[in-house]
């Protein structure tokens, strides 16, 4: 019985970590677009791994 909930609460806590890394990410890759689009604005120079990272998401 104890076992079960334990489990039950790790399922949960795993859950809850992978909805908060999936928040993360989008906030990441937004900020990354907003920054590419700002640098293209102003015409500086645009990395590799930015185009790729822009490409990606």
């Known amino acids: 019985m104890i076992f079960s909930a334990v489990v039950q609460c790790l399922v949960v806590l795993l859950l809850v970590d ?33 185009w790729k990272y822009n490409k990606l998401s």
Do not use: A, G, Y
């Open 18 to 50: 992978m909805v908060i890394n999936i928040q993360m990410s989008r906030k990441i890759q937004k900020s990354v677009r907003e920054n590419l689009k700002r640098r293209q604005e102003k015409n500086e120079e645009v990395t590799v791994i930015d």
